[in-house]
Antibody
């Protein structure tokens, strides 16, 4: 069964850092485009970052220069390093797999909540 | 960046009735359009890709249509488990991937 399990969320002060993990099973992370999408409380979906199977990465303007997406092939795990966190980064963060490397995503992980507050 | 606009924001429908949700792109996305369903406290689930292809295990009552800039998700006969928020997403010109603001389907 293809599955994604996120972890690493929590409460962090403005300006702080957090690293999210997304452990994959049932497929190989490095063979697929993998993405992070976030959802602020009561709001819609916002794309955050993507890593292609070849390793190329892209970021939303709102996080570029502060967030870093990466993967550990030996652990079959995707990461999102979040630095210089702001209150507006508060959201549930989902990782998701692109099954055919074409731009749509399935499955998604269950999400991990990041709260940025003093 | 391609802007996706969904309407209506909220749709009130009785169980057993048909629901029609709309999604408009600010420029043509050909058929590179996906629909997702999200229930409270859950992750989004892929329903439709390629504008009209149902994802694995998605019931036949869900259908997608359209191309270019205008798209429709139709739920032919609403079941209790279908009350949720639905998002469209374009993958024609990305990154960035862009989502619509969502349509909440609620019980009338």
């Amino acid at each position: 069964e293809v599955q994604l399990v996120e972890s690493g969320g929590g409460l962090v002060q403005p300006g702080g850092s957090l690293r999210l993990s997304c452990a994959a099973s049932g497929f190989t992370v490095s063979s697929h485009y993998m993405t992070w999408v976030r959802q602020a409380p009561g709001k819609g979906l916002e794309w955050v970052s993507i890593i292609y199977s070849a390793g190329t990465t892209y970021y939303a303007d709102s996080v570029r220069g502060r967030f870093i997406i990466s993967r550990d092939n030996s652990k079959n795990t995707l990461y999102l390093q979040m630095n210089s966190l702001r209150a507006e980064d508060t959201a549930v963060y989902y990782c998701a797999r692109d099954p055919h490397n074409t731009g749509y995503y399935s499955p998604w992980g269950q999400g991990t909540l990041v709260t940025v507050s003093s | 960046e391609i802007v996706m606009t969904q309407s209506p924001a909220t749709l009130s429908v009785s169980p057993g009735e048909r629901a029609t949700l709309s999604c408009r792109a600010s420029q043509s996305v050909s058929s590179h359009l996906a629909w997702y369903q999200q229930k409270p406290g859950q992750a989004p689930r892929l329903l439709i890709y390629g504008a009209s292809t149902r994802a694995t295990d998605i019931p036949a009552r869900f259908s997608g249509s359209g191309s270019g800039t205008e798209f429709t998700l139709t739920i032919s006969s609403l079941q209790s488990e279908d009350f949720a928020v639905y998002y469209c997403q374009q993958y024609y010109n990305w990154p960035p991937l862009t989502f619509g603001g969502g349509t909440k389907v609620e019980i009338k």
